[in-house]
Nanobody, 126 residues
Framework: QVQLVESGGGLVQAGGSLRLSCAAS????????MGWFRQGSGKEREFVTM????????SYADSVKGRFTISRDNAKNTVYLQMNSLKSEDTAVYYC???????????????????WGQGTQVTVSS
C-alpha cells in the first residue's frame, strides 16, 4: 500500500513557475514508476509526465514538453514536478500517481496506475 500526498499548488501568473511535490509513504517507493496527471474543469484526466523507478527514464505530454520537468528523490520518497513558463491552459488539479513495476499497459492511461494522491490545484492567471 502506498499513500501519496501532493503539495505546492497555488495561483501563479502566466509565465511563472511552480514546483509540485508528492510525498509517498512506505519503504518500497523506489520500486514504483511515478506519474503526474491533471484534470481541468469539465475535462478528462490527462497524462502529464512519468518517471521510471530509478529516475533514469522520463516521458512527457507534448503540451508540457520543454516546460515541465519531473524528478524523484528515492531517499526522500518524493517525486517533483517543476513547471515553468506556465500558461492559462495549465490550470487544473494535478494528481500524483504510482504504478507498480509489474503493472502492465500504457503509462499514458490513468487506469494503469495503482495509487493516487488527492490532488493539488494549480491556477494560472493570464
Amino acid at each position: 500500500q502506498v499513500q501519496l500526498v501532493e503539495s505546492g499548488g497555488g495561483l501563479v501568473q502566466a509565465g511563472g513557475s511552480l514546483r509540485l511535490s508528492c510525498a509517498a509513504s512506505g519503504r518500497t517507493f523506489s520500486s514504483y514508476r511515478m506519474g503526474w496527471f491533471r484534470q481541468g474543469s469539465g475535462k478528462e484526466r490527462e497524462f502529464v509526465t512519468m518517471i521510471s523507478a530509478s529516475g533514469g527514464s522520463t516521458s512527457y505530454a507534448d503540451s508540457v514538453k520543454g516546460r515541465f520537468t519531473i524528478s524523484r528523490d528515492n531517499a526522500k520518497n518524493t517525486v517533483y514536478l517543476q513547471m515553468n513558463s506556465l500558461k492559462s491552459e495549465d490550470t487544473a488539479v494535478y494528481y500524483c500517481a504510482a504504478r507498480r513495476i509489474s503493472t502492465s499497459g500504457s503509462y499514458y492511461s490513468a487506469g494503469n496506475y495503482d495509487y493516487w494522491g488527492q490532488g493539488t490545484q494549480v491556477t494560472v492567471s493570464s
